[in-house]
């Protein structure tokens, strides 16, 4: 990972850890999907919106991603590819995000949330900003479940229950577009956040529009000089 200005900060156990922001280039990975399939980040063909939630069956995680489901045509269309990680094992996801509609890669050893910078904090679901998503989902989930649509969220998941999300967009070259760093578990992108920052890589800001074509004028071909108005004769007296 090559970086201009990471900034860093520290996990529960004091571990060092680094922040991607804007401009950094990441490293090509392939990532082992939940369907076997690899993954390769960078995509050379779109954008990567990786995101880095909590455990296998999250309440909070699956509110979100219900929002990315319903919306995802609309990230397919603007070039954006959906990567979902989780701290869980392949085992746990299956029961819970084996339908999701895009990428999700089990990451139980937490080696891409140390590598992107993602941590875990007790303010995931202590801070009261997160306190509204936690009851809706649960509420959510446990609606789901006495319906036989859903396992039961675990009630002690893999790799604990204070993760923070994290998202990163990524471009094709592997520069990093732009990062969000969640202060709660329920504090990350939005749908529309990513669709106006993909269309904004698209149409920068400030690019000039494309001149105007001149009329009878072919397309590659240089525009013809017009002749100058005939002058008619001077009448003598």
């Not at 529960?12 to 401009?23: E, F, P, R, Y």
């Not at 800001?205 to 013809?224: D, I, K, Y």
């Amino acid at each position: 990972m090559h970086s201009s200005a990471l900034s860093g900060t520290h996990n529960d156990w004091g571990v060092s850890m680094t922040h991607l922001n804007a401009g950094d280039t990441i490293e090509p990975h392939q990532l082992t999907a939940l369907s076997g399939e690899s993954v390769p980040v960078p995509d050379a063909g779109q954008l990567v919106h990786l995101e880095l939630r909590r455990f296998a069956g999250c309440p909070v995680c699956n509110l979100h991603l219900r929002s990315v489901v319903v919306r995802n045509d609309e990230l397919r269309a603007a070039g954006v590819r959906e990567v979902v990680v989780f701290h869980s094992s392949a085992e746990e996801l299956r029961k819970y995000q084996a339908e999701l509609p895009f990428d999700v890669i089990p990451d139980p050893d937490r080696k891409l949330y140390t590598e992107f910078g993602v941590e875990s904090k007790p303010k995931a679901i202590l801070s009261p900003g997160a306190w509204p998503a936690i009851f809706r989902g649960l509420g959510r989930s446990i609606a789901a479940t006495v319906r036989g649509k859903e396992h039961a969220p675990p009630v002690k998941p893999g790799g604990g229950s204070t993760g923070l999300p994290g998202d990163v967009l990524i471009a094709a070259d592997g520069r990093v577009i732009a990062s969000k760093y969640g202060e709660h578990a329920y504090d990350q992108w939005t749908v529309d956040e990513v669709l106006a920052l993909a269309k904004a890589e698209r149409e920068p800001e400030g690019a000039a529009p494309p001149a105007p074509a001149v009329p009878g004028e072919s397309a590659g071909e240089p525009a013809q000089p017009v002749p100058a108005p005939e002058q008619s004769p001077a009448s003598s007296s």
